[in-house]
Protein backbone atom coordinates (compact mmCIF):
# COMPACT_ATOMS: atom_id res chain seq x y z
CA UNK A 1 0.00 0.00 0.00
CA UNK A 2 0.93 3.79 -0.51
CA UNK A 3 2.74 5.54 2.33
CA UNK A 4 0.37 8.53 2.91
CA UNK A 5 1.87 12.42 3.70
CA UNK A 6 0.36 15.52 4.95
CA UNK A 7 1.57 18.52 3.07
CA UNK A 8 -1.12 21.02 4.31
CA UNK A 9 -3.39 22.37 7.16
CA UNK A 10 -5.62 24.65 7.77
CA UNK A 11 -7.45 25.96 11.15
CA UNK A 12 -10.31 28.26 11.98
CA UNK A 13 -10.74 27.61 16.11
CA UNK A 14 -11.47 30.06 19.07
CA UNK A 15 -8.03 30.30 19.94
CA UNK A 16 -6.59 31.60 16.13
CA UNK A 17 -8.12 31.61 13.11
CA UNK A 18 -5.45 30.24 11.29
CA UNK A 19 -2.69 27.43 11.67
CA UNK A 20 0.22 29.28 13.54
CA UNK A 21 -2.23 31.48 15.70
CA UNK A 22 -4.12 28.47 16.97
CA UNK A 23 -0.76 26.57 17.50
CA UNK A 24 0.75 29.23 19.98
CA UNK A 25 -1.98 30.10 21.63
CA UNK A 26 -2.19 25.87 22.49
CA UNK A 27 1.55 25.95 23.28
CA UNK A 28 0.57 28.95 25.23
CA UNK A 29 -2.63 27.17 27.34
CA UNK A 30 -4.43 30.10 25.71
CA UNK A 31 -8.61 29.47 26.80
CA UNK A 32 -10.86 30.27 24.04
CA UNK A 33 -13.92 30.29 26.68
CA UNK A 34 -15.70 33.63 27.22
CA UNK A 35 -19.56 34.70 27.47
CA UNK A 36 -21.52 34.03 24.33
CA UNK A 37 -22.21 36.61 22.16
CA UNK A 38 -23.92 35.09 18.94
CA UNK A 39 -27.39 35.49 20.97
CA UNK A 40 -28.57 36.52 24.01
CA UNK A 41 -27.69 33.37 26.66
CA UNK A 42 -29.40 34.65 29.55
CA UNK A 43 -32.08 32.61 29.92
CA UNK A 44 -29.94 29.84 28.95
CA UNK A 45 -28.42 27.23 31.76
CA UNK A 46 -24.86 27.56 30.15
CA UNK A 47 -23.89 30.97 28.93
CA UNK A 48 -20.59 30.74 27.89
CA UNK A 49 -19.23 28.87 24.64
CA UNK A 50 -15.75 28.82 23.05
CA UNK A 51 -16.78 31.30 20.01
CA UNK A 52 -14.40 32.13 17.11
CA UNK A 53 -12.89 35.73 17.90
CA UNK A 54 -13.00 38.84 15.58
CA UNK A 55 -13.51 36.37 12.48
CA UNK A 56 -15.93 37.61 9.47
CA UNK A 57 -16.96 35.34 6.56
CA UNK A 58 -16.75 38.07 4.24
CA UNK A 59 -13.19 38.84 5.03
CA UNK A 60 -12.71 35.41 3.06
CA UNK A 61 -15.35 34.84 0.78
CA UNK A 62 -18.31 37.01 -0.78
CA UNK A 63 -21.47 37.32 -0.50
CA UNK A 64 -23.25 35.58 -2.77
CA UNK A 65 -21.51 32.56 -1.38
CA UNK A 66 -22.12 33.82 2.07
CA UNK A 67 -26.21 33.50 1.14
CA UNK A 68 -25.78 30.16 -0.35
CA UNK A 69 -23.77 28.08 1.74
CA UNK A 70 -24.41 27.55 5.98
CA UNK A 71 -21.70 29.10 8.28
CA UNK A 72 -20.22 25.42 8.64
CA UNK A 73 -19.89 25.49 5.12
CA UNK A 74 -18.09 29.27 5.32
CA UNK A 75 -15.70 27.57 7.78
CA UNK A 76 -15.00 24.51 6.08
CA UNK A 77 -14.23 26.99 2.69
CA UNK A 78 -11.87 29.47 4.94
CA UNK A 79 -9.98 26.04 6.74
CA UNK A 80 -9.56 24.44 3.14
CA UNK A 81 -8.65 28.02 1.32
CA UNK A 82 -5.47 27.84 3.93
CA UNK A 83 -4.72 24.45 3.93
CA UNK A 84 -4.36 24.56 0.20
CA UNK A 85 -2.02 27.92 0.69
CA UNK A 86 0.09 25.83 2.91
CA UNK A 87 0.41 22.69 0.87
CA UNK A 88 1.25 24.80 -2.57
CA UNK A 89 -1.18 23.22 -4.39
CA UNK A 90 -1.88 24.49 -8.14
CA UNK A 91 -4.88 22.36 -9.18
CA UNK A 92 -4.81 23.00 -12.66
CA UNK A 93 -1.63 21.28 -12.63
CA UNK A 94 -2.57 18.15 -11.11
CA UNK A 95 -5.35 15.17 -12.35
CA UNK A 96 -8.50 16.44 -11.02
CA UNK A 97 -9.87 13.40 -11.57
CA UNK A 98 -7.89 11.95 -8.42
CA UNK A 99 -8.18 14.49 -5.99
CA UNK A 100 -11.03 13.91 -3.50
CA UNK A 101 -13.23 15.43 -0.72
CA UNK A 102 -13.81 13.65 2.33
CA UNK A 103 -15.57 16.13 5.20
CA UNK A 104 -17.06 15.74 8.43
CA UNK A 105 -19.43 17.24 10.27
CA UNK A 106 -21.85 16.01 13.27
CA UNK A 107 -24.60 18.90 12.78
CA UNK A 108 -24.38 20.31 9.69
CA UNK A 109 -26.46 23.52 8.73
CA UNK A 110 -27.83 23.91 11.98
CA UNK A 111 -28.36 27.93 11.98
CA UNK A 112 -30.01 27.48 8.67
CA UNK A 113 -32.48 25.04 9.88
CA UNK A 114 -32.99 27.30 13.13
CA UNK A 115 -33.56 30.05 10.99
CA UNK A 116 -36.23 29.14 8.47
CA UNK A 117 -38.36 27.36 11.08
CA UNK A 118 -38.17 30.45 12.92
CA UNK A 119 -39.41 32.79 9.82
CA UNK A 120 -42.08 30.10 9.58
CA UNK A 121 -43.27 30.63 12.75
CA UNK A 122 -43.27 34.19 12.58
CA UNK A 123 -46.02 34.11 9.88
CA UNK A 124 -49.57 33.33 8.84
CA UNK A 125 -48.84 29.09 8.29
CA UNK A 126 -48.20 30.05 4.30
CA UNK A 127 -44.51 28.08 3.45
CA UNK A 128 -42.68 30.74 2.45
CA UNK A 129 -38.64 28.96 2.49
CA UNK A 130 -35.43 30.17 1.11
CA UNK A 131 -34.39 28.55 -1.90
CA UNK A 132 -31.74 27.85 -0.32
CA UNK A 133 -33.12 25.98 2.59
CA UNK A 134 -31.76 22.29 1.80
CA UNK A 135 -28.85 22.78 0.52
CA UNK A 136 -27.49 25.13 3.10
CA UNK A 137 -29.07 22.19 5.54
CA UNK A 138 -27.74 18.99 4.49
CA UNK A 139 -24.90 17.64 6.23
CA UNK A 140 -22.88 16.66 3.69
CA UNK A 141 -22.88 20.25 1.50
CA UNK A 142 -19.54 21.15 2.57
CA UNK A 143 -17.50 18.29 0.98
CA UNK A 144 -19.52 19.30 -2.20
CA UNK A 145 -18.97 22.98 -2.37
CA UNK A 146 -15.18 22.33 -1.07
CA UNK A 147 -14.90 20.47 -4.64
CA UNK A 148 -16.70 22.69 -6.77
CA UNK A 149 -14.73 25.48 -6.02
CA UNK A 150 -11.32 23.47 -6.88
CA UNK A 151 -13.07 21.47 -9.54
CA UNK A 152 -12.02 17.80 -8.06
CA UNK A 153 -13.87 15.31 -8.87
CA UNK A 154 -12.39 12.64 -7.05
CA UNK A 155 -14.32 10.38 -4.21
CA UNK A 156 -16.66 13.31 -2.80
CA UNK A 157 -18.63 12.34 0.43
CA UNK A 158 -19.31 13.65 4.14
CA UNK A 159 -18.45 11.39 7.44
CA UNK A 160 -21.20 11.94 9.99
CA UNK A 161 -20.19 10.38 13.18
CA UNK A 162 -21.20 12.57 15.42
CA UNK A 163 -17.81 13.75 17.29
CA UNK A 164 -16.07 11.21 15.84
CA UNK A 165 -16.81 12.78 12.60
CA UNK A 166 -13.98 14.50 11.51
CA UNK A 167 -11.07 11.83 12.26
CA UNK A 168 -13.45 9.17 10.60
CA UNK A 169 -13.44 11.63 7.53
CA UNK A 170 -9.79 11.80 7.79
CA UNK A 171 -9.09 7.71 8.35
CA UNK A 172 -11.31 7.25 5.09
CA UNK A 173 -9.39 9.58 2.98
CA UNK A 174 -6.08 7.58 4.28
CA UNK A 175 -7.47 4.79 3.17
CA UNK A 176 -8.29 5.64 -0.28
CA UNK A 177 -4.85 7.41 -0.53
CA UNK A 178 -2.97 4.15 0.32
CA UNK A 179 -5.44 1.92 -1.73
CA UNK A 180 -4.19 3.66 -4.71
CA UNK A 181 -7.66 5.01 -5.46
CA UNK A 182 -6.36 9.26 -5.09
CA UNK A 183 -3.71 10.69 -5.23
CA UNK A 184 -4.63 13.65 -2.95
CA UNK A 185 -7.54 14.23 -0.67
CA UNK A 186 -8.83 17.25 1.05
CA UNK A 187 -10.54 16.39 4.57
CA UNK A 188 -11.09 17.95 7.63
CA UNK A 189 -14.46 19.05 9.48
CA UNK A 190 -16.17 21.95 10.35
CA UNK A 191 -19.08 22.71 12.89
CA UNK A 192 -21.08 25.64 13.25
CA UNK A 193 -23.47 24.97 16.79
CA UNK A 194 -23.43 27.76 19.04
CA UNK A 195 -26.28 28.84 18.70
CA UNK A 196 -29.76 28.87 20.59
CA UNK A 197 -30.88 25.22 19.39
CA UNK A 198 -27.15 23.97 20.07
CA UNK A 199 -26.85 25.42 23.85
CA UNK A 200 -30.17 24.40 24.70
CA UNK A 201 -30.33 20.89 23.37
CA UNK A 202 -27.06 19.88 25.12
CA UNK A 203 -27.66 21.85 28.20
CA UNK A 204 -31.00 19.48 28.21
CA UNK A 205 -28.98 16.52 27.85
CA UNK A 206 -26.77 17.95 30.77
CA UNK A 207 -23.80 17.68 28.94
CA UNK A 208 -22.59 20.95 29.22
CA UNK A 209 -20.50 22.59 31.67
CA UNK A 210 -22.72 25.40 33.96
CA UNK A 211 -19.74 27.06 35.28
CA UNK A 212 -20.98 30.84 34.25
CA UNK A 213 -19.13 32.43 37.52
CA UNK A 214 -15.50 31.22 35.50
CA UNK A 215 -16.07 30.48 31.84
CA UNK A 216 -12.20 30.17 30.72
CA UNK A 217 -11.58 27.58 33.49
CA UNK A 218 -14.51 25.59 32.89
CA UNK A 219 -13.60 23.02 30.57
CA UNK A 220 -11.07 20.71 32.96
CA UNK A 221 -10.84 17.27 31.81
CA UNK A 222 -9.70 14.48 33.86
CA UNK A 223 -10.25 17.27 37.11
CA UNK A 224 -12.79 15.71 39.89
CA UNK A 225 -14.79 19.06 39.89
CA UNK A 226 -15.61 18.66 35.92
CA UNK A 227 -19.00 19.41 35.23
CA UNK A 228 -19.55 18.59 31.35
CA UNK A 229 -18.14 20.36 27.99
CA UNK A 230 -17.63 23.66 26.99
CA UNK A 231 -18.91 23.77 23.31
CA UNK A 232 -16.88 25.42 20.41
CA UNK A 233 -16.86 25.99 16.62
CA UNK A 234 -14.84 26.25 13.99
CA UNK A 235 -12.74 24.28 11.21
CA UNK A 236 -9.52 22.48 10.68
CA UNK A 237 -8.54 21.26 6.90
CA UNK A 238 -5.97 18.96 5.99
CA UNK A 239 -4.18 17.83 2.89
CA UNK A 240 -3.21 13.98 2.30
CA UNK A 241 -1.43 13.10 -0.82
CA UNK A 242 0.33 9.47 -1.57
CA UNK A 243 4.04 10.04 -0.91
CA UNK A 244 4.82 9.75 -4.85
CA UNK A 245 2.36 12.54 -5.52
CA UNK A 246 4.44 14.67 -2.76
CA UNK A 247 8.00 14.00 -4.09
CA UNK A 248 6.66 15.03 -7.63
CA UNK A 249 4.97 18.07 -6.51
CA UNK A 250 8.06 19.15 -4.64
CA UNK A 251 5.53 19.46 -1.78
CA UNK A 252 7.19 20.15 2.13
CA UNK A 253 6.04 16.68 4.00
CA UNK A 254 4.85 17.81 7.42
CA UNK A 255 3.87 14.76 8.80
CA UNK A 256 2.51 10.70 8.12
CA UNK A 257 -0.20 9.14 8.47
CA UNK A 258 0.53 5.47 9.37
CA UNK A 259 -2.81 4.19 10.94
CA UNK A 260 -6.23 4.04 11.67
CA UNK A 261 -8.90 2.34 12.70
CA UNK A 262 -12.99 2.52 13.72
CA UNK A 263 -14.80 0.94 16.26
CA UNK A 264 -18.06 1.26 18.43
CA UNK A 265 -18.66 0.77 22.18
CA UNK A 266 -22.49 -0.41 21.42
CA UNK A 267 -23.45 0.06 24.66
CA UNK A 268 -25.46 3.69 24.83
CA UNK A 269 -27.12 6.15 22.62
CA UNK A 270 -24.62 9.16 24.83
CA UNK A 271 -22.90 7.91 26.80
CA UNK A 272 -19.71 5.56 26.54
CA UNK A 273 -18.58 2.33 27.80
CA UNK A 274 -17.53 2.41 32.00
CA UNK A 275 -14.19 0.47 30.60
CA UNK A 276 -14.02 1.93 26.97
CA UNK A 277 -14.51 -1.00 25.44
CA UNK A 278 -14.72 1.19 21.99
CA UNK A 279 -12.09 3.07 22.60
CA UNK A 280 -9.99 0.35 23.56
CA UNK A 281 -10.79 -1.40 20.00
CA UNK A 282 -10.38 1.77 18.45
CA UNK A 283 -6.51 2.18 19.96
CA UNK A 284 -5.10 -1.65 19.68
CA UNK A 285 -6.41 -1.71 16.23
CA UNK A 286 -5.11 1.39 14.79
CA UNK A 287 -1.90 0.73 16.45
CA UNK A 288 -2.01 -2.78 14.74
CA UNK A 289 -2.93 -0.85 11.53
CA UNK A 290 0.25 0.93 12.00
CA UNK A 291 2.57 -1.43 12.38
CA UNK A 292 3.74 -0.45 15.38
CA UNK A 293 3.06 -1.06 19.49
CA UNK A 294 1.66 1.01 22.05
CA UNK A 295 5.22 1.51 23.41
CA UNK A 296 6.16 3.24 20.01
CA UNK A 297 3.19 6.47 20.93
CA UNK A 298 5.15 9.55 22.61
CA UNK A 299 1.74 11.69 22.85
CA UNK A 300 -2.18 10.85 22.91
CA UNK A 301 -4.16 13.83 22.38
CA UNK A 302 -7.21 12.36 24.24
CA UNK A 303 -10.93 13.15 23.57
CA UNK A 304 -11.48 13.82 27.08
CA UNK A 305 -14.36 16.30 26.82
CA UNK A 306 -14.40 17.34 30.61
CA UNK A 307 -17.31 14.87 31.04
CA UNK A 308 -17.78 12.57 34.29
CA UNK A 309 -17.82 9.32 32.50
CA UNK A 310 -16.71 10.25 29.53
CA UNK A 311 -13.31 11.03 30.45
CA UNK A 312 -12.76 8.15 32.84
CA UNK A 313 -13.88 5.48 30.66
CA UNK A 314 -11.42 7.07 28.32
CA UNK A 315 -8.68 6.59 30.76
CA UNK A 316 -9.55 3.63 31.55
CA UNK A 317 -8.88 2.41 27.99
CA UNK A 318 -5.97 3.96 27.70
CA UNK A 319 -4.75 1.79 30.93
CA UNK A 320 -5.71 -1.30 28.84
CA UNK A 321 -4.04 0.02 26.21
CA UNK A 322 -0.83 1.64 27.15
CA UNK A 323 -0.59 0.43 31.05
CA UNK A 324 -0.18 2.22 33.72
CA UNK A 325 2.53 4.98 33.76
CA UNK A 326 3.57 4.51 30.06
CA UNK A 327 5.66 7.28 28.26
CA UNK A 328 3.23 8.36 26.13
CA UNK A 329 2.05 11.87 27.18
CA UNK A 330 -1.45 12.65 27.45
CA UNK A 331 -2.90 16.22 27.18
CA UNK A 332 -6.71 17.69 26.66
CA UNK A 333 -6.79 20.29 23.96
CA UNK A 334 -10.21 21.06 24.05
CA UNK A 335 -9.47 22.43 27.75
CA UNK A 336 -8.67 25.10 25.35
CA UNK A 337 -10.44 25.01 21.86
CA UNK A 338 -13.43 23.83 23.88
CA UNK A 339 -15.91 20.56 22.10
CA UNK A 340 -15.84 21.43 18.10
CA UNK A 341 -18.21 18.43 17.80
CA UNK A 342 -17.63 17.23 14.47
CA UNK A 343 -14.83 19.07 14.34
CA UNK A 344 -13.02 18.44 16.84
CA UNK A 345 -10.65 15.34 15.14
CA UNK A 346 -9.56 17.61 12.48
CA UNK A 347 -8.57 20.08 15.02
CA UNK A 348 -6.67 18.01 17.15
CA UNK A 349 -5.17 16.32 14.27
CA UNK A 350 -3.37 19.50 13.54
CA UNK A 351 -2.30 20.00 17.08
CA UNK A 352 -0.56 16.37 16.44
CA UNK A 353 0.95 17.28 12.91
CA UNK A 354 2.62 20.04 14.82
CA UNK A 355 3.91 17.97 18.08
CA UNK A 356 5.83 15.68 16.09
CA UNK A 357 6.94 18.53 13.41
CA UNK A 358 8.00 20.49 16.74
CA UNK A 359 8.71 17.88 19.32
CA UNK A 360 5.95 19.85 21.50
CA UNK A 361 3.19 18.14 23.63
CA UNK A 362 -0.05 20.81 23.97
CA UNK A 363 -1.01 21.31 27.58
CA UNK A 364 -3.97 20.21 29.53
CA UNK A 365 -4.89 23.95 31.45
CA UNK A 366 -7.51 23.72 34.34
CA UNK A 367 -7.30 20.90 35.46
CA UNK A 368 -5.72 21.09 39.75
CA UNK A 369 -6.73 18.33 40.87
CA UNK A 370 -6.89 14.67 38.84
CA UNK A 371 -9.54 12.12 39.66
CA UNK A 372 -7.55 9.69 42.47
CA UNK A 373 -8.16 6.92 40.40
CA UNK A 374 -5.54 8.02 37.59
CA UNK A 375 -3.94 10.62 39.49
CA UNK A 376 -0.70 9.30 39.45
CA UNK A 377 -0.90 6.74 36.51
CA UNK A 378 -0.38 9.27 33.08
CA UNK A 379 1.65 12.42 32.67
CA UNK A 380 -1.40 14.88 32.04
CA UNK A 381 0.85 17.37 30.80
CA UNK A 382 -0.32 19.41 32.98
CA UNK A 383 -0.33 23.10 32.92
CA UNK A 384 2.42 24.02 30.43
CA UNK A 385 3.82 22.69 27.34
CA UNK A 386 6.40 20.04 27.13
CA UNK A 387 9.29 19.59 25.11
CA UNK A 388 9.96 15.96 24.28
CA UNK A 389 10.91 13.77 20.96
CA UNK A 390 7.86 12.87 19.25
CA UNK A 391 8.07 10.48 16.77
CA UNK A 392 3.88 8.81 16.77
CA UNK A 393 1.27 10.78 17.75
CA UNK A 394 -2.05 8.82 18.58
CA UNK A 395 -5.59 10.86 18.66
CA UNK A 396 -9.10 9.63 20.16
CA UNK A 397 -12.29 10.93 18.89
CA UNK A 398 -15.58 9.35 20.14
CA UNK A 399 -19.41 10.31 19.21
CA UNK A 400 -22.72 9.62 20.48
CA UNK A 401 -23.65 6.50 18.82
CA UNK A 402 -21.22 5.01 20.22
CA UNK A 403 -18.53 5.86 17.45
CA UNK A 404 -14.81 5.70 17.88
CA UNK A 405 -12.14 7.13 15.45
CA UNK A 406 -7.98 7.05 16.25
CA UNK A 407 -5.79 8.01 14.08
CA UNK A 408 -1.99 7.95 14.17
CA UNK A 409 0.35 10.47 12.87
CA UNK A 410 4.54 9.34 12.82
CA UNK A 411 7.04 12.42 12.45
CA UNK A 412 7.81 12.08 8.33
CA UNK A 413 11.54 10.81 7.39
CA UNK A 414 12.62 10.00 3.87
Known amino acids: MKRVV ?62 RYDLFSQYALVAVAEAVKNAGIN ?52 SGIISLKYGLRGVNFTAVSACAASNSALIDAFNYIRWGKADMMITGGSEAAVLESGVGGFNAMKALSTNNDSPQTASRPFDVTRDGFVLGEGAGAIILESYESAVKRGATILAEVVGGAMAADAYHLTGTHPDGEGA ?8 ADAGITAADIDYINAHATSTGVGDASELRAIERVFGANPKANVSATKSMTGHLLGAAGAIESIACIKAVQEDIIPPTINTTEVEPEFANKFDFTLGKAQHKTVNYVLNNTFGFGGHVATSIFKKFTH
Do not use: Y
Open 91 to 142: FDELNKNRIGVIWGSGNGGMLTFQEQIEEFAKGDGTPRFNPFFIPKMLVNMA
Open 280 to 287: FLGMTEAI
Open 6 to 67: VTGIGALTPIGNNVQDFWNSLKNGVSGAAPITKFDATKFKTKFACELKDFNPLDHIDKSEAR
